[in-house]
């Protein structure tokens, strides 16, 4: 969590470009429907977004930030895996947060106040640093799994001049109902379409037109090729994937133990610290073994079949909102059961 936070802070640290100065600024309200709040800038706020690796996962990191002059003003969400919330309290979860804040800022620092305030659906913190010549000022909540951050930051000179524009950013900022885009309405069943891939050995029923993409990806094996069909509908999608193994990891492991081992890291991905699927059951495809399996983790039912062909192994995986589990599961069950295994463009799989 240390190298997000630390991300979450370092432009308000840093040296802004020379601008116009707040006082001239018109005031423009942002609105964000995912990230389920609206707030006020002084100006107009740009937008990024960056996959932060951190000792949970890897973690998205929204941000919309403000810089004029040397005052800098920030909006951050992040969410958080699902068990790693569920493992200890909000409380402690964003004190643990802030502590880290601290230390990114400063080892050793202290904040000069930390006020505790009640967010529905979780719990918040205003805090006040003045640390190296930079004052900051911000509010950190968690709600749920998301953690918020609204921030500030001004030279410590100008404190008195900026602090009533600092707080009505920080009292402008307002939760907002979640509103996650719907997936789109199944496709009717004329709408479905077989994907054939000789060179990859299977047919499948997607509903839409998958999109193939090849990359290489380094593993303790050597560089494999991974091979992937996505049907992306935003918040829902399909999947199919296949890598070839070598041949002697193969023999040496066990078919049995490379399928549960590529499910066990499936499961630490999408729920990580998670002990088990919430099902999870052996099968066969023909005489290839496999396993079949689903979760329900941070929003979303996720739903796939492991599978081993001689040295080639198969992921197929289809997820979608918790929220429409029951209409997307009928599809799910479809696009899963539609798998099959053909010889490939040089002969048998392998």
Not at 69 to 92: L, S
Not at 125 to 153: C, F, N, P, W
Not at 155 to 179: C, G, H, K, M, Y
Request: hydrophobic fraction near 40%; proline fraction near 6%.
């Amino acid at each position: 969590m240390r190298t997000l936070l630390t991300l979450l802070i370092t432009a308000l640290l840093s040296p802004a470009p020379a601008s116009q100065s707040p006082a001239s600024q018109s005031w423009q309200e942002v609105r964000s429907a995912e990230g389920a709040f609206r707030v006020q800038f002084p100006g107009e706020a740009r937008y990024d977004a960056t996959e932060v690796p951190t000792r949970v996962g890897t973690i998205r990191m929204h941000r919309w930030i403000l810089e004029i002059g040397n005052t800098a003003y920030q909006i951050i969400y992040a969410d958080y895996p699902e068990a790693y919330v569920r493992a200890t309290t909000p409380d402690a979860m964003l004190e643990s947060a802030l502590t880290q804040m601290r230390e990114g800022i400063r080892p050793g620092a202290a904040f000069e106040s930390v006020i505790p305030f009640a967010v529905a659906g979780g719990t918040g913190r205003e805090h006040v640093t003045d640390i190296g010549g930079t004052m900051m000022k911000g509010r950190s909540m968690l709600v749920g799994t998301r953690l918020y951050q609204v921030l500030a930051g001004v030279p410590s000179t100008e404190r008195a001049a900026r602090s009533a524009q600092i707080d009505r950013f920080l009292n402008s900022f307002v939760l907002t109902p979640l509103t996650i885009a719907p997936a789109p309405a199944a496709p009717a069943a004329t709408a479905w379409s077989e994907l054939v891939s000789k060179d990859g050995g299977f047919r499948v029923m997607l509903p839409g037109q998958a999109t193939y993409s090849v990359q290489t990806v380094p593993t303790n094996l050597g560089p494999l090729q991974m091979h992937s069909w996505i049907l992306d509908f935003g918040t829902a999608g399909f999947a199919v994937l296949y890598g070839d193994y070598p041949a002697t990891h193969v023999q040496n492991t066990g078919a049995d133990t490379i399928v549960r081992n590529a499910v066990k890291g499936l499961l630490d991905s999408w729920k990580p610290g998670a002990a088990a699927f919430d099902t999870e059951t052996a099968i066969n495809l023909g005489s290839y073994p496999g396993r079949e399996y689903s979760v329900d983790a941070g929003g979303y039912f996720n739903k796939g079949r492991t599978l081993l062909v001689g040295n080639r192994l198969y992921q197929v995986l289809a997820r979608a909102p918790s929220a429409q589990r029951a209409a997307a599961e009928i599809d799910f069950d479809r696009f899963l059961a539609s798998f099959a295994i053909i010889a490939t463009s040089k002969g048998a799989p392998h």
